[in-house]
């Protein structure tokens, strides 16, 4: 069973960054397709950005230059560098590892982003 632990959510005002760290065990981590996704309260969970083997990146249309995924394989950590943050950013951040077509895929317990003055 693969463990993962996101953390780095804090409250933010508007414009300000954070920085989100989602590390997992297993000594596969360089396989796996990590993504953050978030839940803001009374709606649906969504993708927010997500890197495959290659470091290819791919990111939703409202965090677009302003969010950036990274990963580092010898530490078994996947980042997100928030910047610019907006109030609607606010939601419950999580971190997500599969391969596909494989039923490896596993969930962190997420960390709470709050943006606000």
């Known amino acids: 069973q693969v463990q993962v632990v996101e953390s780095g959510g804090g409250l933010v005002q508007p414009g300000g960054s954070l920085r989100l760290s989602c590390a997992a065990s297993?000594?596969?981590?360089?396989?796996?397709?990590v993504g953050w996704y978030r839940q803001a309260p009374g709606k649906q969970r969504e993708a927010v950005a997500r890197?495959?083997?290659?470091?290819?990146?791919t990111y939703a249309d409202s965090v677009k230059g302003r969010f950036t995924i990274s990963r580092d394989n010898a530490k078994n950590t996947v980042y997100l560098q928030m910047n610019g943050l907006k109030p609607e950013d606010t939601a419950v951040y999580y971190c997500?590892?599969?391969?596909?077509?494989?039923?490896?895929?596993?969930w962190g317990q997420g960390t709470q982003v709050t943006v606000s003055s």
């Open positions: 297993g000594s596969i981590f360089s396989f796996y397709a």
């Open positions: 997500n590892l599969n391969i596909p077509g494989t039923t490896l895929n596993y």
């Open positions: 890197i495959i083997s290659g470091d290819i990146t």
